[in-house]
């Protein structure tokens, strides 16, 4: 695992960003703009240097593993990758899902970040790992093999003390509170257009 993000004085985890999700362009028909989200979804994924064990390893990496598949996609067509749905739209159109089943992936991996976060938050006393443990089952164990599977249940146990966790993320625990809510409220409403669109899609990326 690489090093936890340098907080600035007097600042929080969400100002070492490169992208934050509230800063993610979303059009009035929904759609997301991709170069700011992979930023975004990079930056996310400093997120388990914070929490400090190796076992988050495969966590990251797969998580960055799509992001590549999907800005690879971008690159080599970047007139039809301008949002993520005109990508996906547009891949499946030239009957290849690499980049699309990437999102898929990406986005379920999102969805697992936010639901352990939004859990957490909600639940004031509950340890992380139990909060992680919960959204873990929720979103990315149904779609994991048996082999898989205890990898990432390594990882939903060797998570620090919810206290710990919450002063890594700055000192100002006001100002992380605040900071947190907006930074997730924004990832949750992506990881709800994402979720629909892609279900308009799920026969296409059975094989994803």
Known sequence: ????????????????????????????????HTTEFLEAAESLTTLFDVLGSVAFTPVKSDMLGNVKKIRDRQVTVPAESET??????NELKAKKITASGGLLWLTRGLD?????LRQNVTNSS???????RAAYSNTLKPHHSFVVKPIFSAAM???PYRKDFYAKLGSDQAKVSEELE?????????VKILT?????????????
């Open 182 to 190: 907006t930074w997730l409220g924004a990832l949750e409403n992506i």
């Open 196 to 208: 629909g669109m892609l279900e308009t899609h799920k026969d296409a990326l059975k094989k994803a």
């Open 1 to 32: 695992m690489a090093a936890p993000p340098s907080i600035p004085p007097g600042g929080t985890f969400f100002d070492t960003l490169k992208k934050n999700f509230k800063d993610v362009p979303v059009d009035a028909d929904n759609g997301i």
């Open 112 to 116: 697992f970040t936010a639901q352990s």
């Open 84 to 89: 993520l749905q005109a990508l996906v739209d």
């Open 126 to 132: 509950e340890e992380l790992s139990a909060s992680f």
């Open 157 to 159: 146990s060797a998570t």
